[in-house]
Antibody, heavy 122, light 107 residues
Framework: EVQLVESGGGPVKPGGSLRLSCAAS????????MNWVRQVPGMGLEWVSS????????KYADSTKGRFTISRDNTKNSLYLQMNSLRAEDTAIYYC???????????????WGQGTLVTVSS | DIQMAQSPSSLSASVGDRVTITCRAS??????LNWYQQKPGKAPNPLIF???SLQNADPSRFSGSGSGTDFTLTISSLQPEDFATYFC?????????FGQGTKVEIK
């Protein structure tokens, strides 16, 4: 059974830092592009960042570029998100999400963790 | 960035009703359009990918159609477990973007 388990969320003051982790199991982690997607509770979804299967290519939403860093450790089946210079608008549930491709190049988010809540407030 | 506009933002329907949700992309995305269902307190669950391909475990009352900029999610006969929020998402190019969601409520 595929499992993605996030941790590391919690309260933090504006300007502070937080590191999220995601422990993956039940699949060959090193073979998949992994992502972080966030959601303000009760609101819409926002893709935050993605990292290639080998960890050598990263992409970011403009809202997080320069402040967030995505990384992975394929020996530990783990995904990370280092979040610096946090702002109130970063308050959200952060999901660890697997990206899968079908029919060659049609990709979608097929496995989601349960999410971890980050609250940025003074 | 590609903007995704969903309509309606919410709807009320009865068990057995046929429900249609639309999603419009701000530019041509071919068939790179996915649909997700989200229930309160849970993570989103994929329903349809590549505009019309049903995810393995999903019942056939769900169907998707469209290409280019205009897409539709249809539930042929609404069941009690289908009351949820539905999101579209384009996977044509990063940043991947989502529609704002359509909440399907019980009439």
């Amino acid at each position: 059974e595929v499992q993605l388990v996030e941790s590391g969320g919690g309260p933090v003051k504006p300007g502070g830092s937080l590191r999220l982790s995601c422990a993956a199991s039940g699949f060959t982690f090193r073979s998949y592009i992994m992502n972080w997607v966030r959601q303000v509770p009760g609101m819409g979804l926002e893709w935050v960042s993605s990292i290639s299967s080998g960890g050598d290519s990263m992409k970011y939403a403009d809202s997080t570029k320069g402040r967030f860093t995505i990384s992975r450790d394929n020996t530990k089946n783990s995904l990370y998100l280092q979040m610096n210079s946090l702002r109130a608008e970063d308050t959200a549930i952060y999901y660890c999400v697997r990206l899968i491709s079908e029919y060659g190049n049609y990709s979608y988010f097929d496995q989601w963790g349960q999410g971890t809540l980050v609250t940025v407030s003074s | 960035d590609i903007q995704m506009a969903q309509s309606p933002s919410s709807l009320s329907a009865s068990v057995g009703d046929r429900v249609t949700i639309t999603c419009r992309a701000s530019q041509n995305i071919g068939r790179y359009l996915n649909w997700y269902q989200q229930k309160p307190g849970k993570a989103p669950n994929p329903l349809i990918f590549a505009a019309s391909s049903l995810q393995n475990a999903d019942p056939s009352r769900f169907s998707g159609s469209g290409s280019g900029t205009d897409f539709t999610l249809t539930i042929s006969s609404l069941q009690p477990e289908d009351f949820a929020t539905y999101f579209c998402q384009q996977s044509y190019i990063t940043p991947y973007t989502f529609g704002q969601g359509t909440k399907v409520e019980i009439k």
